[in-house]
C-alpha cells in the first residue's frame, strides 16, 4: 500500500518539475581535419525538460551547432548517450534516425534553408511529404502552419519574394507544421534586424509553450528577454545553466514512425527543381538527345531501305526461286580448283583436264525420299512449290463441234506436231516459264497465284481438271497459244473472255490416244468423238495476268495448270502399254532411232513414266525464310556422300548478297557511331547530375533535417536524371523523326525513292527507353554520392 502511495507521489512530483525529454549523458564528439582534433563536444551532460524555451549562448566555435545537430540526429555523437523519452539512442539504426527527425524534431537555420524552387505552401509541405501525410491533410497542415507564423497573405508566393523575416517564419512554420515535441533553432535571428528579431523570438516564444525549444543565439539580451533558461557554451563545455534539471528517471517510451517518400513525391520535387531552370534543362536535354537522333535517323534511314530491299527482293524471290535442277553447278568443287595456278614450273610434261564446267557438274539424284522430304518443308518458310515433270499431256479439243488434237504450247502448230517437236515441247515445261504453277501447301498463307496474278475473268481454279489462262500485262497472249487450242487465230484478233472461260478439253490416256504398231513402234490413234468422250474433261476456270511487272517471267503466256493435273496423268499412264515398250527398248518408239540414256529418259518422262519430277522449284515466302529453306536444303546433305547430296541453285542469291550485306554492314557502323554518341550524352547527364548534386547540398541537407532517407535522396535526383533521360528522349525521337523530311527528299532526288526514311514507332519507344534508363544509370552514382553526403556538413555549407 505505502508502496503505490510512493509511486504516485513521485510521479506526481515529477509531473509538476515537469518530465524529461531530453538527455544528455556524457556527450563527446570530436572533428578530425588531417592531424588536428578539435573537440567540438567535450563531455556536455545536460537534461531538457518537456516543455521549456531554452537559449544557448557562447562564442562562435564553442561547439553549439554541434550540440544542435546532435540532439537533431543530424549528426551522430563519438561517445555517452544521448537519452530521447528515456530511450537510449545508442542503437538507433539509420532510418531510427531518421525517423525521429521526421517525427519529433523540428529545425530552424540562421540561413533559413529554403527549396528556392518550391513555393513557400510546397516548402512546409515538404517534411510532411516524407512521412506519408496524406495530400489533403498535408495542405491544411502547411496552411495552419503559416497562418500560426502570420504569413497567411504570402501562402502563394516563391521564397525569393520574401523579407528575411517572413522567409524565417516560412522556415519556422515548416518546422512546426508536423508538430514536433522538439523545435531546434540555430541563430535564427542572425541575419535579421533587431525589430524583425524581436517579432521571430515572440513566434518562437509562443511555440515554446507546448515543446520544448532549443535556440541557439549570439545575443545575450534577446536570451534574457525570451528565454526561460540560458546555457552558457565554451570550448565545447557547459559552463553555466540557469535552471538546471538533474531528473535521471526514465519516463514514458515513445515510438518512431518510419518515414518514406514516394516515387511520385519524388518525381513532383525534382520536376519543380527542373522547371526553375528551364533553359538549362532543355539544352541539356537537347545535348544529349543527339545520340538518340543518331540513332533513330540512322534506324529510319537503314529501316527504310530494309524495307526497298525486302520489297524488291520478294519480287525478285518469286522470280528467283531455289531451283534443285536435274544437274547443278558444283561451286565448291569449282572453286577448289582454281588454286594452285601461280609458280607452276615445267616439267616437260601437260595435263589433260576435263573442262571446268563439265568437272563441277553435279548430277541430282532426286529419290521419293527426297521428294517428300521436301514436301515436309515448312510452309510458314515456302509455301509454293513448283515440281517439273516433263510430262506430256495427250489433248484433244472441239473446233466447230469436231474433234482434233490440241496442245498447250506456244511453239509455232506447223513444225511441232512432230514427236520430236512433242517432246521438246514437253521438255520446254522445266524451267523458269513453265506453264505449271507452283503448289501452294498452306491456303491461309496465300496462293501463288492469287499472290502474284490478278483475275481478269472466270474463277480462281480449285480442281485439278482446272486450267487458267495467263496473259502478260498488255492482256496480250502469244498467238501460237490460242492456234493450238485449236481457235481461227490473225495477228491482233481480239478474244471476248466470255467465249474463253468453260472451254472445254478432253485428256487422253496413253492406251487411248497411242496404237502399237506390229513392228513394236507407236503411232498417235485417228482422233474421234469417242476417244474425245473417254477422256478426261479440262476447263478453262480464269483468265488472269500478273500484278506487277516483275512477276511477269513467272509463267509463260498461254495455258497453265496445276502440278496435280502432271500427277493424274503420270498415275494414269505409268503402267500404259507404250511406257512399258519404251522402258523395254533402247531405240525411240516413235522413230526407231537409238537413244542415249538421257533422251530415253526425256521420253519416258513426257509418256508419263516417272513419278519422281525432275526438278523443283521452292519459292521461299520472304527473305529471312529463305535462309530457312535453304538450311533446310544443306541438311539433308549433311553426312551423305557428295554423288548422294543434292544440290540446288539459289537463283537470288546474287542479288542478295550485294544489297542485303552491305547495307547491314553500313547499319552497324553508323548504329556503333550512334551508340558512341549515345554514351557520351550518359557521360554527360552524369556530370550534370554530379553538378546538380553540388548545387543542391544544401537541399539534400534539409531534406535530411526534415527527416529523408539515404534512398529518398537518391531517389529525388534519379527522378531528375529519369526526367532528364525521358525529356532527351522524347526530343531525340522527335527530331529524329523531323529529319526524315529533308533527308527522304535528299534520297528522293538522288536515287528517286520516295519515303525512304521512316522511323518506326515501336524504335521510337524502345530509344526514349534507352535514353531514360541510361541517364538514370549515368545519373544514379552522384545521386548515390548526394544520398551519402553528411546532413550536418551539407547544412554548413554556403
Ligand atoms: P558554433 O556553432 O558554436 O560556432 P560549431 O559547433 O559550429 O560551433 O563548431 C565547433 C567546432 O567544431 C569548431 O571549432 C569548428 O571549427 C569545428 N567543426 C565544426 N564542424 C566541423 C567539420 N565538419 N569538420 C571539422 N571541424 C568542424
Ligand atoms: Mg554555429
Not at 186 to 201: N, R, V
Request: charged fraction near 20%; aromatic fraction near 6%; include cysteine.
Amino acid at each position: 500500500m505505502l508502496k503505490y502511495l510512493t509511486k504516485i507521489l513521485t510521479y506526481l512530483t515529477k509531473i509538476l518539475k515537469g518530465t524529461i525529454m531530453l538527455q544528455l549523458k556524457h556527450l563527446k564528439k570530436s572533428y578530425h581535419v588531417g592531424d588536428t582534433v578539435t573537440k567540438a563536444l567535450d563531455d556536455v551532460s545536460i537534461s531538457f525538460r518537456k516543455q521549456e524555451f531554452v537559449a544557448i549562448l557562447g562564442p562562435s566555435g564553442s561547439g553549439k551547432t554541434t550540440m544542435l545537430n546532435v540532439i537533431g540526429g543530424l549528426d551522430r555523437y563519438d561517445e555517452g548517450d544521448l537519452v530521447i523519452n528515456g530511450k537510449s539512442t545508442k542503437s538507433f539504426k539509420d532510418t531510427d534516425w531518421d525517423a525521429y527527425r521526421n517525427n519529433s524534431v523540428g529545425f530552424v537555420f540562421q540561413n533559413y534553408n529554403l527549396i528556392s524552387h518550391l513555393s513557400i505552401i510546397n516548402n512546409v509541405e515538404l517534411g510532411m511529404n516524407l512521412s506519408g501525410v496524406p495530400a489533403k491533410e498535408r495542405r491544411q497542415k502547411a496552411i495552419d502552419a503559416l497562418i500560426k507564423v502570420g504569413l497567411k497573405d504570402h501562402i502563394h508566393k516563391n521564397p525569393n519574394q520574401l523579407s528575411g523575416g517572413q522567409m524565417q517564419r516560412v522556415a519556422i512554420a515548416r518546422a512546426i507544421a508536423n508538430d514536433p515535441d522538439i523545435l531546434l533553432c540555430d541563430e535564427p535571428t542572425g541575419a535579421l534586424d533587431t525589430e524583425t528579431s524581436e517579432q521571430i523570438m515572440q513566434l518562437i516564444k509562443e511555440l515554446a509553450e507546448d515543446r520544448l525549444v532549443i535556440m541557439v543565439t549570439h545575443n545575450p539580451e534577446l536570451a534574457q528577454e525570451f528565454a526561460t533558461r540560458i546555457v552558457n557554451f565554451q570550448d565545447g563545455k557547459i559552463l553555466n545553466d540557469s535552471n538546471p534539471f538533474d531528473e535521471s528517471d526514465e519516463v514514458d517510451n515513445f515510438q518512431l514512425k518510419r518515414t518514406k517518400m514516394s516515387y511520385w513525391n519524388a518525381i513532383k520535387l525534382s520536376f519543380t527543381n527542373i522547371m526553375t531552370k528551364k533553359g538549362r534543362t532543355i539544352l541539356t536535354s537537347f545535348a544529349s538527345s543527339i545520340g538518340i537522333i543518331s540513332i533513330a535517323v540512322v534506324l529510319s534511314i537503314s529501316n527504310g531501305f530494309q524495307q526497298q530491299i525486302n520489297t524488291t527482293m520478294s519480287k525478285a524471290l518469286a522470280k528467283y526461286p531455289v531451283a534443285i535442277a536435274p544437274t547443278a553447278t558444283d561451286l565448291t568443287a569449282a572453286s577448289q580448283r582454281k588454286q594452285s595456278t601461280k609458280n607452276v614450273k615445267n616439267h616437260g610434261y601437260l595435263t589433260v583436264e576435263k573442262d571446268q564446267n563439265e568437272q563441277s557438274a553435279h548430277v541430282n539424284k532426286l529419290s521419293p525420299s527426297y521428294v517428300d522430304y521436301i514436301k515436309k518443308l515448312n510452309p510458314d518458310y515456302a509455301n509454293n512449290i513448283s515440281y517439273q515433270r516433263g510430262v506430256n499431256l495427250n489433248l484433244l479439243g472441239k473446233v466447230q463441234g469436231k474433234v482434233q488434237r490440241v496442245q498447250f504450247s506456244n511453239s509455232d502448230p506447223e513444225t511441232s506436231s512432230s514427236p520430236t517437236a512433242m517432246r521438246s515441247q514437253a521438255l520446254s515445261n522445266i524451267g523458269i516459264g513453265s506453264s505449271v504453277f507452283p503448289t501452294t501447301l498452306k491456303k491461309s498463307n496465300g496462293s501463288f497465284l492469287k499472290e502474284n496474278y490478278q483475275l481478269l475473268a472466270g474463277k480462281w481454279p480449285t480442281k485439278a481438271t482446272d486450267l487458267v489462262l495467263v496473259t502478260d500485262n498488255r492482256n496480250t497472249v502469244n498467238i501460237n497459244a490460242l492456234k493450238n487450242l485449236g481457235f481461227k487465230v490473225t495477228n491482233g484478233k481480239k478474244f471476248k473472255f466470255s467465249t474463253l472461260i468453260g472451254q472445254e478439253f478432253s485428256l487422253v490416256s496413253n492406251n487411248d490416244y497411242y496404237q502399237a504398231l506390229p513392228n513394236e513402234m507407236y503411232i498417235p490413234n485417228k482422233v474421234s468423238q469417242k476417244m474425245y468422250d473417254r477422256g478426261d474433261k479440262l476447263h478453262l476456270a480464269a483468265v488472269i495476268r500478273p500484278k506487277n511487272e516483275d512477276s511477269m517471267a513467272l509463267l509463260a503466256t498461254g495455258i497453265a495448270y496445276s502440278d496435280r493435273l502432271s500427277q493424274k496423268v503420270i498415275t494414269e499412264n505409268k503402267n500404259s502399254a507404250i511406257v512399258k515398250a519404251q522402258k523395254a527398248s533402247s531405240t525411240s518408239v516413235f522413230t526407231g532411232q537409238k537413244l542415249s540414256a538421257t533422251m530415253k529418259k526425256s521420253t519416258l518422262q513426257a509418256l508419263g513414266a516417272t513419278t519422281i519430277p525432275t526438278g523443283i522449284m521452292i519459292y521461299p515466302n520472304d527473305f529471312d525464310a529463305k535462309d530457312k529453306v535453304l538450311d533446310y536444303l544443306d541438311k539433308w546433305n549433311k553426312g551423305k556422300k557428295k554423288k548422294d547430296q543434292i544440290i540446288y541453285t539459289d537463283l537470288s542469291s546474287a542479288v542478295t548478297t550485294m544489297t542485303g550485306g552491305l547495307l547491314g554492314g553500313i547499319t552497324t557502323v553508323l548504329v556503333a557511331f550512334a551508340a558512341i554518341s549515345l554514351i557520351t550524352s550518359m557521360i554527360m547527364i552524369g556530370i550534370l547530375t554530379y553538378t546538380s548534386v553540388i548545387e543542391r547540398t544544401k537541399e539534400i541537407g534539409v531534406l535530411k533535417a526534415l527527416g529523408a532517407r539515404k534512398k529518398d535522396i537518391t531517389r529525388v535526383f534519379d527522378a531528375e536524371t529519369f526526367i532528364l533521360g525521358g525529356f532527351a528522349g522524347i526530343i531525340g525521337v522527335v527530331i529524329g523523326y523531323l529529319l526524315t523530311f529533308p533527308i527522304n527528299s535528299i534520297i528522293y532526288k538522288l536515287t528517286d525513292l520516295v519515303g525512304v526514311a521512316q522511323l518506326n514507332p515501336v524504335h521510337a519507344l524502345i530509344l526514349v527507353i534507352i535514353s531514360t534508363i541510361l541517364t538514370l544509370l549515368g545519373g544514379h552514382l552522384p545521386a548515390r554520392m548526394a544520398a551519402k553526403k553528411d546532413a550536418a556538413i551539407a547544412l554548413r555549407s554556403e
